[in-house]
């Protein structure tokens, strides 16, 4: 399948990441190695976000940020936030 977010050719889900239109937007445009990308820029902003996800405006950002990360490339890192060299 043709992955949006890595503009070629991937392997794709087994199944929708989430429930709901969105859910199947996912599936059918992003591959596995992007949805472990988006997991991983997930983790980072609720760390240097202190964010709740289960609180109403943790699940909003996170489902804009998720969108503008997966379909948009328009994801940028909190202000502030300095990578750790490995």
Known sequence: ?????????AEPLDKAPLPGEMGERIL?????EAWQMWI????????ENRLIPFEPEA??????EMDKFLFQGDEKPPEGYVPVNK
């Open 40 to 47: 991983a820029h997930q983790t980072m902003l609720i760390n």
């Open 28 to 32: 059918n445009n992003i591959s596995k």
């Open 1 to 9: 399948m043709y992955c949006q977010k890595l503009k070629r050719e």
């Open 59 to 64: 699940k909003a950002l996170l489902k804009s």
